[in-house]
């Protein structure tokens, strides 16, 4: 009996030893540590509880796209989010979603523009965090992609065929979206996405998948060429089956006007 009761509280100290072990190492990670394997070490200089999480719109082959990173480890492994980490001290918060985004994809030297601060009590499991998002728009083939730090994969995902996404990932995402459609109303934006010549219905397709919306041709090409920020470059369309369309290219003047001073574009 009584080699049986040592047997007993052998297992339970064992037990209940395993259960600390885990508690301690998901507190750890909830308040600022980054996990190798198994090893937890600290970053003394990461603050905790704010991060920063990006939304990084591509255009690619005239479809919108946005860039995920599958994480390789921690409470949401082998799930979809979009980019994002930990401020450290030392740097601004500009710098530290610059810093995030390469760390995670390898994406470098983009324009990102901070978005807002999402902070609903539960968005994040473990502990109360609030992040700050960023948004960027790039030409998706512009750049290679490289999953590093903590991710295990990053990918271009279409905008209307996303996966579930962790956390609150999802309305960071619809909040970026709907934040770049109002822009495209109000400054010239996009237009690195297009080649150096480029028609007027490429032009307007770029707009439609932005805006999500079916647009009239006439009333399009209309509203555009009373802006003056298209210049008819005198050549048209070469080896098309169809009717060769007019190219155009920016008027570099006017757009940099145009960007400082902004504009209504109501479709």
Not at 18 to 26: P, V, Y
Not at 191 to 203: G, I, R, V, Y
Not at 223 to 245: T, W
Request: proline content about 3%; glycine content about 6%; some cysteine.
């Amino acid at each position: 009996m009584e080699i049986l009761k040592s047997w007993i509280d052998l297992f339970l100290g064992g037990f209940l030893i395993e259960i600390l072990i885990f508690t301690i190492k998901f507190y750890k990670m909830s308040k600022g540590f980054i996990a190798e394997g198994e090893k937890y070490i600290q970053e003394e200089n990461f603050i905790e509880a704010v991060t920063i999480d990006c939304v990084v719109f591509g255009f690619n082959e005239g479809k919108m796209e946005v860039l995920l990173v599958k994480h390789a480890e921690g409470i949401s492994k082998d799930k979809w989010g979009l980019p994002g980490g930990w401020i450290t001290e030392k740097e601004s918060i500009d710098d530290s979603a610059k810093r995030v985004l390469r760390d995670l994809t390898g994406l470098d030297n983009i324009f990102l523009e901070q978005l807002q601060a999402f902070g609903e009590p539960n968005r994040f499991p473990a502990s109360r965090v609030i992040t700050i998002g960023y948004y960027a728009l790039v030409k998706s083939e512009d750049y290679e992609i490289a999953a590093g730090f903590t991710a295990s994969e990053a990918k271009w995902f279409l905008v209307e065929a996303l996966p579930e996404l962790i956390y609150d990932h999802k309305m960071i995402f619809e909040a970026a979206q709907e934040k770049l459609r109002n822009r495209v109303r109000q400054a010239p934006i996009g237009f690195n996405l297009l080649p150096e010549k480029f028609t007027l219905l490429e032009l307007m397709h770029l707009y439609e998948e932005i805006l999500d919306v079916k647009m009239d041709k006439p009333n399009f090409r209309r509203k555009f060429l009373k802006m003056k920020l298209l210049v008819d470059i005198g050549e048209k369309q070469k080896d098309v089956s169809h009717r060769a369309a007019k190219l155009y290219s920016f008027d570099e003047e006017v757009y940099q006007k145009l960007t400082k001073k902004g504009f209504t574009f109501e479709f």
